[in-house]
């Protein structure tokens, strides 16, 4: 096996990736556009999308670092819209295109048509929650869109496996039909409650941080595996997991959790930029497969679908948001009147991705009876084009969309004030214990020792009030971001001194990097206060 190729994507998708911070353009657009063009340089490996692949090996750890990110409470708070459009949005948007296909392309067998529906009928969050959080969404709106993300997949695989039984002849029936979508969607919420506290109960009982990571890095496969193995969704399963172990992760050991951020952040940046690349890619192998159908009849069928597809999210989000509100008098004064922009927003920030071009890659090129499945590269270039059509369009769009709306974002000063109060509340806890603890003789400190838990302890809790003041004239920073400045300034000198003595011979490289694993510990804690 050639692995050249592989590492040549990596490398490559992370580099754009890593050009694309220093651009406007989204990296998962910029990835895309990167894709399409490297694709038609002669000599460039076929990067073929292998279904078998990405369904099992990176649709899992995708999911599982986006549910561990996730908040329960909120995405339980918020159910009811979740809902709405993970599962009554995607089967809607199955029938719907579906059924325009049907009558756009002439000769395509409705259960065909109902495949390329259930194809495309997924929106792909991973672009419009990044976009969200980068222009400064409400809170809610990136709820909604990240709870729509972890759950439509496994509603479209299960509309595609429906469809696609009916279209090569394996039969199916509308009661056929929905008692496999309720057994896929119950079993994969069980496999998940049946394997997240066992899973969470290893994970807090083992002892060394990289045992306890390395499970975390097999949990979404477990998860997965066992879930397809009994026939049930793996994508509920993983999400249901992952969700549970992010609502308990307080309980695992401050080491783990430094690690594990560290690793998730590493694995869904490889990850998302490969993927995002590989779309691009897609191009020229999708164009050549293209088949009996001409390069204009295509593109314009592709101009149908693709606005078709736009249009039918704005037909089901608009009454989803106003009907319950309406026809329910509790949720209305429980919500308040919905602003219009909110909807318009969640419109129009459904883009498609990968898991759209996986499934369309798996549809199997002969039917039950020996014949070609009707319109098979037809389907793959349709789906490709919408795909691409949505990420360029709507991703290139959306934040212009967001910034003319001018929808309220998050108020930075409400927040700091309810970290400053919770913090406040915590150390005062913190300080009555420690002081009962300074009662019993057998924690007897030094009075120095002493006076440095009680400053450690003030400074936290007065650290978040400062940055509510008025900020340094000279640097414009507060008196905490300059703190920690100094301090980080501080540990870097440190941290040369002990390099210096290791070269020196004074200390072994043993001792060197106990040293040195304190400071980035210390370090790590203080970067993590200046991102918050």
């Known amino acids: 096996m050639d692995v050249l190729p592989l590492v040549a994507l990596i490398a490559a998708s992370a580099a754009v990736a890593g050009a694309a911070r220093r651009t406007p353009v989204p990296a998962p657009l910029l990835l895309v556009a990167a894709g399409l063009a490297v694709s038609y340089i002669p000599k460039v490996p076929d990067y073929h999308l292998d279904p078998h692949v990405v369904l099992p090996l990176i649709l899992p750890p995708l999911l599982h670092t986006a549910a561990l990110e996730s908040s329960y409470l909120d995405l339980r708070a918020n159910v009811r819209p979740v809902a709405l459009l993970s599962v009554g949005y995607v089967l809607f948007a199955t029938v ?63 509309a595609y496996k429906v469809a696609l039984a009916a279209a090569v002849g394996a039969g199916a029936s509308w009661g056929g039909g929905i008692r496999e979508f309720l057994m896929a969607a119950v079993g994969g919420v069980g496999v998940g409650l049946l394997l997240m506290v066992p899973i969470h109960w290893l994970r807090s009982h083992l002892k060394e941080a990289m045992l306890q990571n390395t499970l975390s890095l097999l949990v979404p496969f477990v998860a997965y595996a066992a879930a397809e193995q009994v026939g049930a969704s793996g994508v509920l399963a993983v999400v249901v997991v992952a969700l549970y172990l992010g609502h308990r992760s307080w309980q695992v050991d401050f080491e783990t959790r430094l690690q594990e951020a560290a690793v998730w952040k590493v694995v869904a940046f490889i990850l998302e930029s490969s993927v995002f690349a590989l779309i691009g890619l897609q191009l020229r192998v999708v164009v050549g497969e293209l088949g009996e159908y001409g390069a204009g009849q295509a593109v314009w069928y592709a101009v149908g679908v693709f606005v078709f597809v736009v249009v039918t999210r704005f037909v089901w989000s608009y009454p989803a948001t106003y009907l319950p509100l309406w026809l329910r008098p509790r949720i209305r004064e429980r919500e308040g009147d919905m602003d219009w922009r909110r909807p318009l927003i969640v419109s129009w920030a459904g883009m498609r991705g990968v898991v759209s071009l996986a499934i369309a890659f798996s549809i199997p090129e002969h039917m039950d009876d020996g014949q070609d499945f009707p319109a098979r590269n037809l389907v793959l270039f349709l789906t490709f084009t919408t795909v691409i059509g949505t990420l360029v369009v709507q991703g290139l769009t959306l934040p212009w969309l967001i910034k003319v709306l001018k929808l309220p974002g998050r108020d930075a000063r409400a927040q700091t004030l309810a970290e400053a109060q919770a913090q406040s509340v915590a150390s005062q806890a913190a300080e009555e214990r420690v002081d009962e603890l300074m009662e019993d003789e057998r924690n007897s400190l030094p009075p120095p020792l002493q006076d440095r838990l009680h400053t450690v302890l003030e400074r936290r809790r007065n650290s978040v009030w400062e940055r509510l003041g008025q900020p340094n004239p000279v640097t414009g920073e507060s008196a905490d971001d300059t703190y920690r400045r100094l301090a980080r300034e501080a540990i870097a000198a440190e941290r040369e001194v002990f390099v210096k003595m290791r070269d020196e011979r004074r200390i072994d490289d043993e001792m060197m990097r106990t040293l040195l694993r304190k400071l980035d510990l210390e370090e790590a804690a203080a970067y993590r206060e200046m991102e918050d």
């Open 96 to 158: 719907a295109v579906g059924w325009l296909a049907y009558l756009l392309v002439p000769d395509l067998p409705l259960t065909a048509a109902l495949v390329l529906g259930a194809v495309v009928a997924p929106p792909d969050a991973v672009a419009a929650t990044a976009i969200a959080r980068r222009v400064g969404l409400p809170s809610r709106i990136t709820t909604i869109l990240q709870g729509e993300s972890l759950v439509n997949d496994a509603t479209a695989i299960t």
